[in-house]
């Protein structure tokens, strides 16, 4: 229950493409869902986040899709750039805890 | 403000060998993490702490330890090295641990146990 399955696990993508990751949870405690963007050979970085109170953060060109009843939340890139080939996170966290459960990542590639 | 390093960047152990992955932060964060990434598998948390002096468990502890002496430093040990923990080690720190709080990551160090 305490897991967050991603998918998929890779995806190619042409320029000006829209690229969507998705992610789905168990947990109804979880209250905080990150998304984590990391390039080759370094760190993760947060991208952007969203609590449950809302169906949708934008931010640029990176849109977060949340779907409380069928506990799932998204991840959009529009008019995805080579730029944007890395590897992306999902996670989630509960309120009361210092812990995020990551997804397993999704390999973007978006093609020149 | 360099954020968080760590090192070293690579290492190769021998099984049964022993070592320790530095990481430090430089933002006066209180909480710090180690995470390992296994390809395909994601972040899986060791040990966090939530401040100098005080650490936790995380998912995947076995085969190591920590310890927190300064607000700033983090070290991760592994004593007896076996081919399982061949992985990528990322330390993070956030200010106060909220669930909102961003948690900032190291590059990585690379290790391979052979």
């Known amino acids: 229950q305490q897991q967050v399955k991603q998918s998929p696990q890779s995806l190619i993508v042409q320029k000006g493409g829209i690229s969507i990751i998705n992610c789905a949870y168990e947990n109804t405690a979880f209250d905080y869902f990150p998304w984590y963007q990391q390039f080759p050979g370094k760190g993760p970085a947060l991208l952007i986040a969203i609590r449950p109170d809302v169906s949708e953060k934008k931010e640029g060109r990176f849109t977060i899709s949340f779907n409380k009843s069928a506990k799932q939340f998204s991840l959009h890139i529009m008019d995805s750039q080579p730029g944007d080939s890395a590897t992306y996170f999902c996670a989630a966290s509960t309120s009361g805890t210092y812990k995020y459960i990551f997804g397993t990542g999704t390999r973007l590639k978006v093609l020149a | 403000n360099a954020g968080v390093t760590q090192t070293p960047k690579f290492r190769i152990l021998k099984i049964g060998q022993s070592m320790t992955l530095q990481c430090t932060q430089d933002m006066n964060h209180n909480y710090m993490y180690w995470y390992r990434q296994d390809p395909g598998m994601g972040l899986k948390l060791i040990y966090y702490?939530?401040?100098?002096?005080?650490?936790d468990k995380g998912e995947v502890p076995n085969g190591y330890n920590v310890s927190r002496s300064t607000t700033e430093d983090f070290p991760l040990r592994l004593e007896l090295a076996a081919p399982s923990q061949t992985s990528v080690y990322f330390c993070?720190?956030?200010?106060?641990?909220?669930?909102?709080?961003?948690?900032?990551f190291g590059p990585g160090t690379r290790l391979t146990v052979l």
């Open positions: 993070a720190s956030s200010y106060s641990g909220g669930k909102t709080d961003t948690q900032y």
């Open positions: 702490s939530v401040g100098a002096g005080i650490t």
